[in-house]
């Protein structure tokens, strides 16, 4: 098994920046593709970037590309999601998750993190 914890949710303005992390413990990080995904409140978690075990492959939803940038520290256990010219409709919780291959469903991770609460105003 694999534990998540997410950090480095908080609240800011359109326009800004945020760095979350996900630290895991467990079980070989390295062995594990990762995902983020997010929910905004009375919404469905939704796919939001994900890694593949190496790092070598990236994917992102389209309304993310060239804004957020995903990445991993395999030697630190970490994967990161660098969010930068954050909008309001950004806001919401967001979860790293860990399987064995990358997958754009929340069916496709056995493994989740608590959560982050990020919030953009206008």
């Known amino acids: 098994q694999v534990q998540l914890v997410e950090s480095g949710g908080g609240s800011v303005q359109a326009g800004g920046s945020l760095r979350l992390s996900c630290a895991a413990s467990g079980r070989t990080f390295s062995s594990y593709a990762m995902g983020w995904f997010r929910q905004a409140p009375g919404k469905e978690r939704e796919f939001v970037a994900a890694?593949?075990?190496?790092?070598?492959?990236?994917y992102y939803v389209d309304s993310v590309k060239f804004r957020f940038t995903i990445s991993r520290d395999n030697a630190k256990n970490t994967v990161y999601l660098q969010m930068n010219s954050l909008k309001p409709e950004d806001t919401g919780v967001y979860y790293c998750?860990?399987?064995?291959?990358?997958?754009?469903?929340?069916?496709?991770?056995?493994?989740w993190g608590q959560g982050t609460q990020v919030t953009v105003s206008s």
């Open positions: 998750a860990a399987n064995q291959y990358y997958s754009y469903s929340t069916r496709g991770y056995d493994y």
């Open positions: 890694i593949s075990r190496s790092g070598g492959s990236k």
